[in-house]
């Protein structure tokens, strides 16, 4: 396969692979970045495999899928990377495993490579999370992002989410007749509050200047 891989990179220019991003013309003029050789490191994996779905598309669309998974082989290299690339192509040689796409192939990659430790930076971003000047919308949008890897669920969900927000509109939501039921319910109920509660603030922001316009008038003395 080693050899498989060689002839594939002499085809797209003979451009050897490196620890820096080189660049390719081969297919269309257009020039894409290669990406940067790939050793295991939990926190790069998501830029490496973005930069390889990019040069697949633009660069590699007609060639097969195993060339393509080859190709990406070619850039995993070094530390803990090493015996995972190594079984792998033992296991694509004997027929063990066959990838459908390349899409699929880069799906396990990132499993592989994030899966604990990722879940670990993602709870602890979420344990950090504050709501502060943004609106209810904006907290709720991060605060998914976070949570799909953070490994939290139910009810430590919702306590870490009603940590976040700011004070006032927690209290509202605990002081209601009926508590949100679940963790949808508890963003969508936040963002009403806070919608409203911002609407009201700009409705007496209006008002108060209307008043003081009015107050401020020039007052015209009979002569």
């Not at 085809?11 to 297919?27: F, H, K, P, W």
């Not at 070619?74 to 040689?93: C, F, H, P």
């Not at 993602?122 to 709720?140: I, N, P, Y």
């Not at 949008?141 to 927000?165: C, D, H, I, N, T």
Request: with cysteine; aromatic share 8%.
């Amino acid at each position: 396969m080693q050899a498989q891989i060689q002839a594939l990179l002499a085809a797209q220019g003979g451009a050897g692979v490196g620890g820096e991003a080189t660049r390719s013309n081969v297919g269309s003029h257009m020039e894409v970045a290669k990406p940067a050789i790939f050793n295991g490191e939990a926190g790069k994996v998501g830029g490496f495999i973005t930069a390889c779905r990019l040069f697949l598309r633009m660069k590699l669309r007609g060639a097969t899928v195993e060339e393509q998974v080859q190709w990406v082989l070619s850039y995993v290299q070094g530390g803990s990377a090493d015996v995972w690339k190594e079984n792998v192509m033992e296991e694509l040689e004997s027929g063990e495993i066959e990838y459908e796409s390349a899409e699929e192939f880069l799906t396990s990659l990132k499993k592989e490579f994030r899966g604990g430790e990722e879940e670990s930076m993602k709870a602890a971003e979420l344990r950090k999370m504050e709501q502060g000047g943004r609106t209810m919308e904006e907290f709720v949008q991060e605060f998914k992002q976070a949570a799909r890897r953070s490994g939290y669920e139910g009810r430590p969900l919702v306590e870490e989410f009603k940590r976040g927000m700011n004070g006032g509109i927690r209290r509202k939501l605990m002081e209601a007749e009926n508590l949100p039921a679940s963790i949808e319910q508890w963003y969508r109920r936040a963002m009403a509050l806070d919608r409203n509660w911002r609407e009201s603030k700009r409705e007496e922001e209006r008002l108060r200047g209307k008043k003081e316009t009015v107050g401020g008038a020039p007052k015209h003395r009979d002569k």
